[in-house]
């Protein structure tokens, strides 16, 4: 199923956002940009200045490109960080949990939320490869939840992959759906399965482009490049890995490999990688080097 980007469905008015990372600030972005009050949690001042700062910083260039239409100050202003779950708003219409790839760690902050929200609240995780019917069994509530697993850069990601566990309801999918519109995104609605469509096939491609440097079959901008030139690919499985973190890549990789076999067994160069602290954008040095 997709859906056209132009919609009357509106966003809700209030939105809560469990971690201030990048994909967090972007989720909050997003939101606060299509009209919702948004509360971010992160704990510490330090952390919770810096997803502040994220998700400023993020509003101030939409605004300079023109992609939003009321100032900056405005937008940032619907944008609050707290330091625990326990401050969300009870009237969240929605809540997304998007902290690292923990699944112990991720239900224990959305069963924390569902005891903070209204029983209306709609849950959500952004996990792009974990089980949301594992996820699910430590809700009282797993018809409010799913899996809505945004894309980085957020804000300039036309996709939304929506993830349907067993005991979801109709009118939860019914309202990601909406929200999905009203970001001017467009959905790919999928059954829960290890990777979902996304992971499963973006790590697939991103693990062969290693293999191949670690083969020496050539260097990584060739290898990005005959996938950006000859396939249109907007950019290429290393130059990607680099930008989505390549211990987010291997922790992934992982999972899948312990779900699905021995296709998506990470090579030693990304172990190796990780190992040294090379994880990409993040850490200024992965497949390639960054300013």
């Known amino acids: 199923m997709s859906t056209a980007a132009m919609s009357t469905a509106s966003a809700p008015a209030v939105v809560g956002v469990i ?30 200045a810096a997803a502040l700062d994220r998700v400023a910083t993020g509003i101030e260039r939409a605004a300079e490109r023109g992609r939003i239409g009321e ?10 960080v707290v330091g625990s779950v326990d401050e969300l708003p009870r009237a969240c219409g929605l809540v997304v949990e998007a902290v690292p790839e923990d699944a112990s760690l991720k239900a224990r902050l959305l069963a924390a939320a569902e005891r903070v929200v209204s029983p209306a609240t709609v849950l959500a995780s952004n996990t792009s490869s974990l089980s949301v019917t594992d996820l699910a069994a430590a809700l009282s509530r797993p018809g409010r939840f799913l899996g809505m697993h945004f894309f980085n850069p957020v804000p300039a990601s036309e996709l939304i992959e ?8 109709e009118e ?13 995104k467009k959905d790919v609605v999928v059954k829960d399965s290890p990777g ?24 990584p901008e060739a290898i990005d490049d005959a996938m950006s030139l000859g396939y249109r690919h907007p950019m290429g499985p290393l130059r990607l ?17 312990a779900t699905l076999g021995e ?9 190796d990688k990780v190992a040294r602290g090379e994880l990409g954008r993040k ?7 960054w300013p």
Do not use: C, K, N
């Open 263 to 271: 296709r998506f067994a990470p090579p030693r160069l990304l172990r």
């Open 283 to 289: 850490t200024g040095r992965g497949f390639y080097a």
């Open 19 to 48: 971690g201030g990372g990048r994909m967090g600030a972007g989720i909050a972005q997003s939101f606060a940009a299509a009209g919702s009050s948004v509360t971010v949690v992160e704990s510490g001042e330090r952390a919770a």
């Open 162 to 169: 929506i993830v349907v566990a067993p005991e979801t309801g």
């Open 71 to 80: 100032p900056a100050a405005d937008v940032l202003g619907r944008v609050f």
């Open 241 to 257: 890995t680099d930008l989505v973190g390549l211990d987010v890549r291997l922790a992934i990789a992982e999972h899948l490999h």
């Open 172 to 184: 939860t999918l019914r309202l990601a759906l909406d929200w999905t519109r009203a970001l001017g």
């Open 196 to 219: 979902f469509a996304s992971s499963r096939l973006g790590v697939t491609l991103g693990l062969e482009a290693i293999r191949m440097v670690e083969e020496g079959v050539a260097e």
